[in-house]
């Protein structure tokens, strides 16, 4: 049965939505955006009506849930799936959540305070911590798709384009790291700007993609050209075998990145590039093996 904060919610979602973003009551005047997790358990989709602040053309939300001792649903979810859906006024787009950590949730929370002097009550309020949020864009820097897309072919090249982005992404925020450690080193050094973070959601919203590509190759892709190229079930075959072998690689990867803000450098290097090597490998192979036969397939697909 849903509760009264729900019915309230859900009052303000519609609202927002119907209004392109202008809500009344306790929200009327305020900043507000929509932002819709991935529950961490159910896999559904919950949204959730947030206050945010700009901040150094960043958006950040805040983990207040009105001061209560706990963290919000919203930021356990985003944590363990770190692909969301923002919706600003009449805007709606995808953005990677990572929370701030040391120095820098320091900053953006007296940053926050700033705008919104309320935060500082349920800081007040609670021993934990507030988390803050930064919603970045989920497209890396420098990505672009190949071009307008009409055919699966296209499709499958776009989705391999941006894994190939968030690799090196994740590539250049671990040297950014790496050499923001080695700054901050010797007697009296503050601690290094935290990336650890940052460098997990995006390894996160990486793996959970590839593995949603695969899963969606496996259960319905395959199957649907082997019934019309059946000479090609043993190299489907192999494919799948390799989804398995790529998902192996996917679990080292993750554990690989949350060690990252204790890891020797050139060790972490040294892994990093192997494994992206046998990512990128399994998407030529899997271009080369698939392209040809979705020239022809129309996307997005036609209505039946």
């Not at 609202?15 to 507000?32: C, M, N, S, T, Y």
């Not at 992206?276 to 209505?303: G, S």
Request: hydrophobic share 40%.
């Amino acid at each position: 049965m849903p509760t009264p904060a729900h019915d309230f919610n859900q009052f303000v979602i519609d609202e927002f939505r119907a209004r392109q973003g202008k809500v009344g009551g306790p929200f009327e005047g305020g900043d507000l955006l929509l932002l819709t997790t991935t529950g961490a358990k159910s896999g559904a989709p919950h949204t959730t009506p947030l206050g945010y602040v700009r901040h150094a053309g960043e958006l950040l939300v805040v983990g207040s849930n009105l001061g209560a001792p706990q963290h919000p649903a919203w930021y356990h979810n985003l944590l363990a799936r770190p692909q969301v859906e923002v919706e600003l006024g009449a805007d709606t787009f995808e953005a990677l959540a990572v929370p701030a950590e040391g120095e820098q949730r320091v900053e953006l929370f007296g940053e926050v305070v700033r705008a919104v002097p309320g935060y500082a009550d349920y800081q007040a309020g609670t021993a934990r911590a507030l988390p803050v949020v930064r919603l970045l864009p989920a497209e890396p820097d420098g990505w672009r798709p190949p071009g307008e897309v009409r055919t699966l072919a296209g499709k499958l090249l776009e989705v391999h384009t941006w894994l190939r982005a968030q690799l090196r992404h994740v590539s250049a925020e671990t040297e950014a790291h790496f050499t923001a450690r080695a700054a901050h080193t010797g007697p009296g050094a503050p601690p290094a700007p935290g990336l650890g973070l940052q460098i997990r959601q995006r390894c996160l919203a990486f793996c959970q993609t590839l593995e949603f590509h695969h899963t969606s190759e496996d259960a319905h892709l395959f199957p649907g050209i082997a019934a019309h190229h059946p000479h090609l079930a043993g190299t489907f075959e192999r494919l799948r075998e390799e989804h398995r072998t790529v998902a192996r690689i996917q679990g080292e990867l993750v554990s690989l990145l949350g060690e990252v803000a204790i890891a020797e450098p050139e060790r972490f290097r040294a892994e990093l590039a192997r494994m992206t090597a046998e990512l990128t490998a399994h998407l030529e192979h899997e271009e080369e093996t698939l392209l040809p036969l979705l020239e022809e397939v129309p996307w997005p697909p036609p209505r039946p």
